[in-house]
């Protein structure tokens, strides 16, 4: 399990692994909400290179999307691909995050 505080108001992520591939995202702010969040092995391995852990991954996801829009207005459950839908920049974006984190 991870935690990181994020954003202004600070907003605290914390990913906790159910599994290998579906991670349960609590993310505090004003109001408090859970997200479950699927990440198959052959998107991780496409987005990280598996150069970083996949919490990792999930955790800079979050930023990205509470950069755009407040944790309520984030999807409660989801598959992580599914946030490229939404904001076509994503993987670009969330590759040079992870590069400057490495």
């Known amino acids: 399990m991870k935690s990181i505080m994020f954003g202004n108001p600070p907003s605290m992520?914390?990913?906790?692994?159910i599994d290998q591939t579906t991670f349960r995202v609590t993310v505090e702010g004003r109001t408090t909400t859970t997200h479950t969040v699927t990440l198959s092995s052959s998107y991780y391995e496409k987005l990280t290179g598996k150069q970083v852990a996949p919490e990792v991954l999930i955790e800079k996801s979050f930023e990205f999307l509470l950069e755009r829009e407040s944790?309520?207005?984030i999807l409660r459950s989801f598959e992580l691909p599914v946030i490229g839908r939404y904001f076509p920049e994503?993987?670009?974006t969330i590759g040079t995050a992870l590069a400057a984190d490495s």
Do not use: A, G
């Open 13 to 17: 992520i914390t990913v906790h692994p």
């Open 71 to 73: 944790n309520t207005s």
């Open 90 to 92: 994503y993987e670009k």
